[in-house]
């Protein structure tokens, strides 16, 4: 998401480090068949759709599936074989190991091509609103942020950014359970085939279903599946607040 504010592009640089969000387009859109993946346009809450004043929780596993699945096609693309099956079987224990947090993890989204589904957000980045006029109050709100952020505090940051009304697009990387896991499964059955391009197809596949969605910091949609109690509640939310 480009800045067309050069100032509060200088003050946000570096507020989250860099993303892996580009890295994944990257991965996607090579030349290939497959469809390149999909950046969801924001969302738009119903009335009665569930918020929470938390950023999402980002799942480690998942955010190593997609790395592991990343290497696994270059090594296909460079013909060794053994790692490219190695890589592909961490991948899938990366995943097996997310879907045992989805009550925490899980959002509802839709998958590339418009159909529900439940996601697993892997990476997350913020950035300041294209047409945002930072002012001296906002400006001092987003130094203070960049401190936290870099701190480690990603909550506080977002917290501070909010307080002083400061408009903050936030982009989430997020994989599809569902495909994920019939790409993963079906790639490593290709590899001890010995079919190794249709299994760079399945990989290819599952990195361009990688859905990238953006959301105002002040709607984000509620993560897990409210059977967690690692889940953010509605006292918690207030208490973050």
């Known amino acids: ?27 996607a859109a090579d030349n290939t068949a497959a469809p390149a993946a999909a950046t969801a346009p924001a969302a738009t809450q119903a009335p009665d759709a569930q918020t929470q004043a938390e950023l999402w929780k980002m799942s480690d596993e998942a955010r190593v599936a997609v790395t592991q699945a990343q290497l696994a096609r270059a090594a296909l693309a460079s013909k060794d074989f053994d790692t490219a099956k190695s890589s592909l079987a961490d991948a899938t224990k990366a995943f097996d190991s997310s879907k045992a947090d989805l009550a925490k993890y899980v959002v509802k989204g839709k998958d590339e091509t418009g159909t529900a589904t439940e ?19 906002s400006k ?23 307080l002083a009304a400061v408009d903050v697009n936030v982009s989430a990387a997020m994989l599809p359970v569902d495909k994920t896991e019939q790409h993963l499964k079906q790639a490593a059955a290709d590899v001890d085939q010995g079919k190794y391009d249709e299994a760079d197809h399945e990989l290819q596949a599952l990195l361009a279903s990688v859905v990238v969605q953006d959301y105002s910091l002040y709607g984000i949609p ?8 690692t889940a953010p509640s509605d006292t918690q939310q207030k208490a973050a607040g």
Do not use: H, N, Y
């Open 140 to 162: 001092q709100a987003m130094d203070q942020a960049k401190d936290q952020a870099q701190k480690g505090d990603i909550q506080k940051a977002a917290d501070t950014l909010k």
């Open 1 to 27: 998401m480009r800045l067309r504010s050069k100032t509060a592009a200088a003050l946000m640089a570096g507020l989250l480090g860099a993303s892996s969000l580009a890295a994944i387009a990257s991965a």
């Open 119 to 137: 996601m697993v957000p892997f990476d997350m980045s913020m950035s300041i609103a294209e047409d945002f006029q930072p002012t001296d109050a």
């Open 222 to 229: 509620q993560q897990g599946d409210g059977s967690s109690s």
